[in-house]
């Protein structure tokens, strides 16, 4: 007599997001994870609809500003808020990178978070106009994951500017020569878990449990 089929829960990602230790812990109650890594700007696209229906990646990360909900950043991608479930997880920090020759280099605790009147007269760098082509399937990462982040972070390192950026993805994909600090100039961005409502399963209430930190037999 054979064990049942071990279930795999896919799970869509974007640069900074840490599950390994949610999937260790869910792993171990006998079901698989799939991670597949999405950049950003293509976060809602495991939640747009698919015909036919497959609901794959089951779930997900989202990460919107934190001056805004959640609720706008998925109405921005023509989905309806009262068709998706979220569960929050954490507060992300801004912080702005430039070149270890820049004079911001120099900036301290002592000196508090780098602000507008420090960043006037500097070149910004924005990610989003150097991303990479967004995926069309949400089962398939991009060739290369956070391209526009990257090409952020290199231009900053030449010291003609600077770029801002999650605090994880800074550490994510940071460089030697680049400098990481703290800054005020954004209200930074809040992460949960989303998921569609019509794809509500066992399995993905089973990793909200672990990442709820309840015991598998827990009650939901």
């Known amino acids: 007599m054979t064990d049942a089929a071990v279930e795999t829960l896919f799970l869509s ?15 171990t109650r006998g079901a698989n994870v799939q991670l597949v890594t999405q950049d950003e ?12 229906p497959r609901h794959l990646p089951q779930l997900g990360y989202l990460r919107w500003r934190a001056d805004a ?14 068709a998706i479930h979220l569960v929050r997880l954490y507060h992300e ?7 270890k020759d820049h004079l911001l280099a120099a900036w301290t605790h002592e000196d508090g978070d780098v602000g507008a009147n420090e960043l006037a007269d500097e070149t910004f760098w924005d990610p989003n106009e150097y991303a990479g082509r967004p995926v069309a399937d949400p089962l398939e ?14 231009l900053a390192a030449t010291g003609s500017g600077y770029t801002l950026l999650p605090a994880s993805v800074a550490r994510m994909f940071g460089q030697k020569d680049v400098i990481v600090q703290p800054t005020n100039i954004h209200p930074g961005w809040d992460v949960g ?4 409502k019509a794809a509500d399963s066992d ?4 990793f909200i449990g672990v ?3 309840r015991r598998p037999t827990s009650h939901r």
């Open 41 to 52: 700007q293509s976060q809602t696209l495991f939640l747009q609809p698919h015909d036919p």
């Open 211 to 213: 990442t709820k930190g």
């Open 13 to 27: 990602t974007i640069p900074g997001a840490t599950p390994s230790k949610w999937v260790q812990r869910f792993t």
């Open 93 to 99: 920090k801004p912080v702005v990178l430039v070149s």
């Open 203 to 206: 399995l993905i209430q089973d």
């Open 69 to 82: 909900t959640w609720q706008d950043l998925v109405a921005t991608h023509q989905l309806d808020p009262d």
């Open 193 to 196: 878990l989303a998921w569609r």
């Open 141 to 154: 990462s991009p060739d290369q994951v956070g391209a526009g982040e990257r090409m952020a972070i290199q």
